[in-house]
């Protein structure tokens, strides 16, 4: 087994910012939405306003991106980071409290997904193309429907974790959990 460089988007991937979105809609709003019901990216179940409020108390929230739950909270990825690298590429807003890398650190630390996390932030979701490549990652997981579709137009190996919202995606393979994928990659790429 070589040693693999594998890519992670956080948010959709590994954190359930959807659920905690929706569930802060609901609350403000008086609505009785559930994520699953999130068929597209924009959270079309609320007006354009509402979206907005919502973003903007995310952005008042202390330490948000460390608060949120993780989609698969019994998973840990100990194993993967004693025989490979894992990377965490992110793109999210900054909030109120500590740095958006050290949120994400402690959140990784804290639900116990690794020991040495190494966290990268890019300002918008189009920039992680350019980093993966730089950092010359064997495989990559995201969610969200248009990165991964540019990040296949360029020929990365990269998955679409399974959610209701990305549906369309047919252009890379799809997966429903973290050990699915981490056993997909290193079944194709594991071997010298």
């Given at each position: 087994m070589r040693n693999l460089r594998i890519g992670f988007d956080c948010d959709g991937v590994l954190c359930?910012?959807?659920?905690?979105?929706?569930?802060?809609?609901?609350?403000?709003?008086?609505?009785?939405?559930?994520?699953?019901?999130?068929?597209?990216?924009d959270y079309e179940q609320f007006s354009k306003a509402q979206v907005d409020k919502v973003w903007a108390e995310i952005r008042t929230t202390r330490d948000f991106w460390a608060k949120l739950d993780a989609i698969e909270p019994d998973v840990t990825l100990d194993d993967v980071e004693a025989l490979h690298t894992p990377i965490f590429i992110t793109s999210r807003v900054p909030v109120a409290g500590d740095s958006i890398e050290m949120q994400t650190q402690s959140w990784l630390l804290e639900k116990k997904f690794v020991t040495f996390p190494t966290v990268l932030v890019v300002p918008h979701y189009s920039l992680k193309l350019p980093l993966m490549q730089a950092l010359k990652l064997d495989s990559?997981?995201?969610?969200?429907?248009?990165?991964?579709?540019?990040?296949?137009?360029?020929?990365?190996n990269c998955y679409i974790y399974d959610q209701p919202y990305n549906q369309a995606v047919t252009c890379a393979p799809r997966v429903k959990s973290i050990s699915e994928y981490i056993k997909d990659v290193e079944a194709k790429l594991g071997t010298i």
């Open positions: 359930d910012f959807s659920g905690r979105f929706v569930q802060m809609a609901n609350q403000m709003f008086g609505t009785n939405c559930r994520a699953s019901d999130q068929a597209t990216w990559y997981i995201d969610d969200k429907a248009e990165t991964v579709e540019q990040l296949q137009a360029v020929g990365l």
